[in-house]
């Protein structure tokens, strides 16, 4: 299957700063990428579709301020937490839809643990 | 709303039997249902993808079926194996999005 990759795999931060993620789809172009967090025994979130080349389209509740996606190009996409609390502290999962499927299978990137101290 | 419902939150199963995992939903039509593989610390691994037209779908030791009057898709797990513990997580999708169950973790007993 198709492979999305994300970097770095772990961080960990001091409150108040700002860290950015990167999603990188690595064997095909994707239109559209989607990031998700995840708390312990919980499902996957949607916060946010990232599309190329315009304005991410955020779920409900999700500050777009704080949470800020750039989709640069078909194979990039970064997630920056801004001004990151303890309560930000989360797995962040992003994921690739590859449009040579012809399926709406999404690909997901290894996830990143966030530690905001 | 929308809402999606994995019958047990952990799942013990002796290996070599069949494991049955279950997918329930509400207020919701899915195009699509697709179940994924999540190790801890991992992101999803995508298993298998069944459309609303589709009763069933096999892969290997794997077979997902679709009931879309009982809003309902069952997942197995033949021949279990201890390698296929980890949490399972159900997922729909109509469009673009993807909403997702809270998974069942499965534990295969040696």
């Known amino acids: 299957g198709a492979v999305v990759s994300q970097h770095p795999s772990r961080v960990i931060c001091k409150s108040g700063t700002s860290v950015k993620i990167e999603c990188r789809s690595l064997?095909?172009?994707?239109?559209?990428m989607f990031w998700y967090r995840q708390f312990p025994k919980q499902s996957l979130m949607l916060m946010a579709t990232?599309?190329?080349?315009?304005?991410?389209?955020?779920e409900q509740g999700v500050e777009k301020d704080k949470f800020l996606i750039n989709h640069a190009s078909l194979t990039l996409s970064t997630l920056t937490v801004t001004s990151a609390h303890p309560e930000d502290s989360s797995f962040y999962i992003c994921?690739?839809?590859?449009?040579?499927?012809?399926?709406?299978?999404?690909?997901f990137g290894p996830g990143t643990r966030l530690t905001v101290l | 709303s929308q809402k999606i419902e994995q019958n047990s939150e952990a799942l013990n199963i002796q290996e070599g039997k069949t494991a049955t995992l279950t997918c329930n939903y509400t207020n919701y039509s899915p195009a699509y249902l697709q179940w994924y593989r999540q190790d801890p610390g991992r992101g999803p691994v995508f298993l298998l993808l069944?459309?609303?037209?589709?009763k069933e779908k096999r892969k290997e030791r794997l077979k997902v079926t679709f009931d879309t009057t009982l809003k309902q898709s069952l997942f197995h797990i033949t021949a279990s194996q201890p390698a296929d513990s980890a949490t399972y997580l159900c997922?729909?999708?109509?469009?673009?999005?993807?909403?997702f169950g809270k998974g069942t973790r499965l534990h295969i007993l040696p």
């Open positions: 994921s690739a839809r590859d449009p040579g499927t012809g399926m709406n299978t999404q690909y």
């Open positions: 069944i459309r609303e037209n589709e």
């Open positions: 064997d095909f172009q994707a239109t559209t």
């Open positions: 990232s599309n190329e080349g315009s304005k991410a389209t955020y």
């Open positions: 997922a729909l999708s109509r469009d673009d999005k993807i909403i």
